[in-house]
């Protein structure tokens, strides 16, 4: 095969690459403290769950404010599993990865259902009120899941020390979701957020790409749960509420619905921002406040729209390329 | 038996009968008129063939198979597209996109393939971006592939729109007025256009217009509906002639 990576794969690859590298002289050269070591793991659990997210919001254009009870469902069933079990590490944490994956999967698509029927702020208080509903199953629950005590003695198998592990995760997530947007299968899901009626009208069964378009991104935050319940080694069902849904949507939000750099890099802000701020004591929320504000309105200003147009012509001129080889 | 068969297909919203015992048989190649006054159920019967709507009676048949109680997505892949009175196009897609995402059920490839860009992706869409742009010079879009669909102006979009129902490769295409808003340049090129899609496509073309020049000068079976009812049927000539007819538009 002779051009088995585009450009632009080879591109988005070569970034994930560089990207490694620098994270790996920052560890080994000591350049890290303690305190932003342990920041790694939260940083790619953060990118993994705002990518997913903007998934249903950016392109299939739901607005679902329940994504962190996806992340709980991996970290749970996960945990769980490594908690009640005795294998040999790495294979542990491949069936744990997998379960936590399947079993949000699998609630992506009960979540999916009502979907079907509702639409905008109705399927946002619905996605509200499902994750609430998992928080409270999960304390109920206490044989299994220790109840409001939370799971302790997690083994930690993607801390910091495992950050190849965590990366390698975490880059494989991006581009699966990347490449999927620009396919046959994220094309159906981008026009049933443009004009739904159409879509049928060209023979595309609409929920079935809503369905997709959920589970997927379920599968993607359960993984990010079974990333973050290795990580943490204790989980409690109140971490998993509606203050995480949200946080998580204010990095889509901030990055920029339907785009998966702009998610990756508000993460990255975004998760450093409040440890940046902790010298500032009593005032740290209020200043995360203000900051969010201010980026926000950064991200409307004639700043941002120039550097946006910049990358908008940039994808432009690679994609006239791709067209005029696929025409010849 | 012909391509399309349609029978007296009727439909209820209540105590309204939108539609009342309408019969239609449409031949391959066959271009159809459809016109009648505003609000006499022209696009509920575009709504009925498309299964937007389920009819409360009646039967439609293409190439033989029943279509009633089917979904609209299943009626697409069974030979049927369509473009909507107020444009309906994937806004925030490119030109192109907009017919990729028609080419859906044409060219496959699975979720895995999707997702890992596997060699078999490469090659599907190298297939689906020449279709599109072959498709896309027909209509003289070619130009603007990589334009935002919602940037385009209004005459293109609606020949886009046309452009994506024809790349679901349809036994027939239903035209909801299609003139709608063009100027009478535009017009003459639109009927060249049709013309050409049905000399190259070989399928049948059902349209609803309220421009006349266009009705009369390409279609070559009429039918006028008002209050749900057919009027009159038969050659343009001598359908526009009939007293019912000038009845209907212009009154008493």
């Given at each position: 095969m002779k051009n088995l990576l585009d450009k632009k794969e080879m591109r988005n690859i070569a970034i994930l690459v560089v990207g490694y590298v620098f994270i790996t002289i920052l560890i080994k050269g000591g350049f890290l403290n303690r305190q932003y070591t342990s920041l790694l793991v939260p940083i790619a659990v953060n990118i993994m769950l705002a990518v997913s997210l903007n998934l249903v919001?950016?392109?299939?254009?739901e607005l679902s404010l329940g994504h962190a009870c996806f992340m709980s469902i991996g970290a749970y069933s996960s945990a769980i599993f490594t908690v009640n079990t005795n294998m040999p590490a790495p294979i542990q944490f491949i069936i744990a990865l997998a379960i936590g994956g399947i079993f949000a999967g699998i609630f992506g698509f009960l979540i999916g259902v009502p979907v079907l029927r509702l639409r905008g702020d109705y399927l946002a208080i619905v996605t509200l009120a499902f994750g609430e509903i998992i928080k409270s199953i999960l304390i109920s629950m206490g044989s299994i899941t220790n109840g409001a005590k939370g799971l302790s003695k997690i083994p930690l198998y993607s801390n910091y020390k495992n950050y190849t592990v965590v990366y390698i995760i975490m880059a494989v997530t991006v581009l699966m979701i990347t490449n999927m947007v620009k396919s046959r299968d994220g094309r159906a899901i981008c026009a049933v957020r443009d004009n739904d009626i159409a879509t049928e009208s060209i023979g595309i069964k609409v929920s079935a790409f809503k369905i997709k378009a959920f589970v997927i991104s379920a599968f993607f935050a359960g993984i990010a749960g079974v990333l973050y319940a290795h990580n943490v080694g204790i989980i409690k069902p109140?971490?998993?509420d509606y203050n995480q849904s949200i946080e998580i949507l204010v990095i889509v939000v901030l990055g920029g619905m339907g785009s998966i750099q702009g998610s990756i890099i508000a993460a990255i802000i975004l998760t450093i921002l409040p440890e940046l701020l902790r010298g500032a004591d009593n005032y740290r929320m209020l200043l995360y406040s203000v900051a969010l504000i201010l980026i926000m309105i950064l991200n409307h200003s004639k700043i941002k729209e120039g550097l946006m147009e910049n990358r908008t012509l940039s994808k432009l001129f690679q994609k006239r390329g791709g067209v005029q080889n696929g025409a010849s | 038996m012909a391509l399309l068969e349609v029978k007296n297909l009727s439909i209820s919203f209540g105590g309204l009968r939108?539609?009342?015992?309408f019969n239609i048989s449409i031949e391959q190649n066959q271009l159809y008129g459809l016109i009648g006054p505003n609000g006499a159920g022209k696009t509920t019967i575009f709504n009925l063939l498309t299964g937007v709507y389920r009819p409360t009676e009646g039967s439609i048949e293409l190439d033989g198979v029943s279509l009633v109680g089917k979904t609209a997505s299943e009626i697409c892949r069974e030979g049927f597209a369509r473009t909507f009175q107020n444009i309906r196009l994937?806004?925030?897609?490119?030109v192109l996109d907009n017919i990729k995402t028609a080419l859906h059920n044409q060219l496959k490839y699975s979720l895995l393939d999707s997702m890992l860009h596997t060699p078999k992706y490469k090659q599907i869409e190298k297939e689906m971006d020449e279709r599109a742009i072959d498709l896309l010079k027909d209509f003289d879009l070619d130009k603007e592939a990589n334009v935002i669909a919602d940037n385009l102006p209004y005459g293109k979009q609606r020949k886009l729109e046309i452009a994506r129902a024809l790349a679901t490769s349809p036994k027939v295409l239903l035209l909801d007025e299609p003139a709608a808003g063009m100027n009478p340049t535009e017009t003459l090129e639109l009927m060249d256009t049709i013309r050409n899609i049905r000399d190259k496509f070989h399928i049948a073309i059902l349209l609803i217009e309220h421009d006349m020049n266009l009705v009369l000068g390409i279609c070559e079976e009429l039918v006028v509906l008002d209050y749900g009812r057919v009027i009159a049927q038969g050659l343009p000539l001598d359908v526009v002639n009939d007293p019912t007819v000038i009845t209907a538009y212009i009154g008493d």
């Open positions: 919001t950016g392109f299939l254009g109140t971490t998993f | 939108a539609v009342d015992d994937f806004n925030r897609l490119t």
